[in-house]
């Protein structure tokens, strides 16, 4: 007990010694104020020029739901958002007008295009060489198809090109809910109240095809699905498409909603020019919503069984679909392991598909790129 007492006393009288030896004196005081003062007018003007310049993002975008189905939500969020700044980007890519780099998207018939007949059950197929913007392999590619989901591609080409920012916050409606409990269609079953970002959205679209997601996207950039189609099918016009016209965002069955396998791959040959939809369409990473869910990629997961890589190509992206007129129809991208070139194929199946005819659709998908790439 003794020499813990001894040291204890020791310990103080040290400590005392040193507080003495470095006690600050009046000058000190009187520069650490200057300092100060001096570092806060330093931020003070610089959050002034950051703010003044636009970069900074509105704390409103952040923070505040939007509703997704309100006219006047839409048009003041967008003039909050007009600058895209730091942090609004998925790796480095930001919502914007694609750059066109053709005059056409649309694919010529190669001289020696092979025609595709009994070797495989679907019914439509046409591999495009992207490198010529030819086709060499064809099945009725000129035929009208129901492009289910594969809509969702000029879907998220539209998306990606009018959103002012990805980290606006969106409410999912009953009106959204009940959409999708009345028309059906693909989801991870959004609860009315969950809020999202729009890049949580975009995400949702591509991997998992979701219909409330693709929904509440078109309210918020146009105010209805009606007036955000029309922003498709003048796309669809601009592209020379004579014979695509859209009457939903979804993909779920319409008369209306056709296209054929050709104009199909060149919606997609064009969505692969605007950056930000590239990168959606060829993500295959596990993609995290504030840990409620986690999504997987569709194409990935579910055409290739996590292996895209084939005897000929690797396949880099894609968007399935499937509605009972179509059967299970995939529109792909994939690049030769030998040479390099780049192909789309698109493929679509037969009415009224089960799991049989997946496999079976999988098994001509794989055949078209083995046999016609290289």
Known sequence: MSIKLSETKHSYAYKKRVDNAIMPGRAYFIILAVTVILLLS???????????????????????????????????????????????????????????????????????????????????????????????????????????SMTKVMSLLVACENLKSLKTTLTVTQETVDYMDKMGGSGIGLKVGEKLSTQDLLYLTAYQSDTIAIIMLANHISGSEAKFVDLMNAKARALNLGNTHFSNCTGLYD??????CREMAAIF???????????????????????????????????????????????????????????????????????????????????????LTEDLSVRDIKYVYNTYAN
């Open 42 to 148: 330093f931020t003070v003007a610089f959050f002034a020029v950051f703010a003044k310049t636009g970069v900074a993002s509105s704390d409103s975008d952040d923070n505040a739901p939007i509703s997704n189905n309100s006219n006047n939500s839409n048009n003041s969020n967008n003039s909050n958002n007009s600058a895209i700044g730091s942090g609004l980007s998925v790796k480095g890519n930001s919502p914007g007008k694609t750059v066109s780099k053709r005059s056409s998207y649309l694919s010529s018939t190669a001289s020696n295009v092979s025609r595709i007949t009994d070797q495989i059950r679907s019914n439509n197929v046409i591999l495009v060489d992207l490198d010529s913007y030819t086709s060499v392999a064809e099945k009725s590619a000129d035929k009208r198809i129901y492009p289910a």
């Open 255 to 260: 008369e209306d909603n056709y296209t054929t």
């Open 269 to 355: 040959a064009y969505a692969l020019e605007n950056p930000l939809c590239k990168e959606m369409l060829t993500s295959y990473n596990a993609y995290s919503i504030d840990g409620r869910y986690t999504l997987y990629s569709s194409w990935y997961s579910g055409r290739f069984n996590d292996n895209p890589r084939l005897a000929t190509v690797t396949v880099m992206g894609g968007k399935t679909g499937y509605i009972d007129e179509s059967g299970f129809c995939l529109v792909s991208y994939a690049e030769s392991r030998s040479s390099g070139r780049k192909y789309i194929q698109v493929i679509v199946g037969q009415p009224k598909g089960n799991g």
